[in-house]
């Protein structure tokens, strides 16, 4: 196919990740080097989707927390469902991490707003008057709409798809999206020491 779909299964999109590789509960990571390269290779996966040719869909549904809430931000097109709750790790142990991608969909002080409160969270409808996301649908047509939108997308053809996307993608990048995820890793494994 033209276009590239994913979704979580269940009863949300993500809860996250596993936070026994922060060293949870036992004084934080033993290494801060190994943490750090930890992180930057979701970084680096996660741009991979970015630079994928093909346009990549995103349908969130339910809980959609910590590192997934960054996570969506490396895809093309996000939909979201009336029942998402997009959210920060209630426990206090990073924040160099998930914020620092959103900064270029919802700027610095909602940014800020959102990873100085552990455990904050918005909601679908927050989440496309911020820019998080493109479209808000009831969580009964998330699939039929992000299928309809993918099948709409599928018309063009896929080299116009690629080098529209290449396109945008550069004009972000120049406004400085991949420099913003820098040093993410490195500051998100300080915090982990903190």
């Known amino acids: 196919g033209r276009v590239i779909g994913w979704r979580g299964e269940g009863r949300g999109f993500c809860a996250g990740m596993d936070l026994s590789a922060y060293g949870a509960g036992d004084g934080g990571p033993a290494d801060p080097m190994a943490d750090r390269a930890r992180l930057h290779r ?21 809980f959609c927390l910590a590192a997934a809430a960054q996570l969506c931000v490396f895809a093309d097109i996000t939909v979201v469902a009336d029942n998402v709750r997009i959210g920060e790790p209630t426990v206090p142990i990073g924040g160099g991490f998930i914020t620092p991608a959103w900064v270029s969909l919802v700027g610095h002080k909602r ?30 047509e998330l699939i039929p709409a992000v299928r309809g939108l993918a099948e709409r997308i599928a018309l063009t053809p896929s080299d116009v798809l690629r080098l529209k996307k290449l396109s945008i993608n550069r004009a972000a990048e120049a406004a400085g999206f991949r420099q913003a995820l820098s040093g993410i890793a490195e500051i998100d494994a300080l915090l982990h020491l903190a």
């Open 111 to 140: 940014a800020k707003e959102f990873a100085f409160v552990p455990g904050n969270w918005i909601d679908g409808p927050t989440a496309v008057t911020w820019g998080w996301a493109n479209h808000c649908v009831p969580a009964a």
């Open 42 to 62: 979701n970084v680096e996966r996660w741009l991979a989707m970015w630079d994928h040719p093909k346009p990549v869909i995103a349908a969130v549904h339910g």
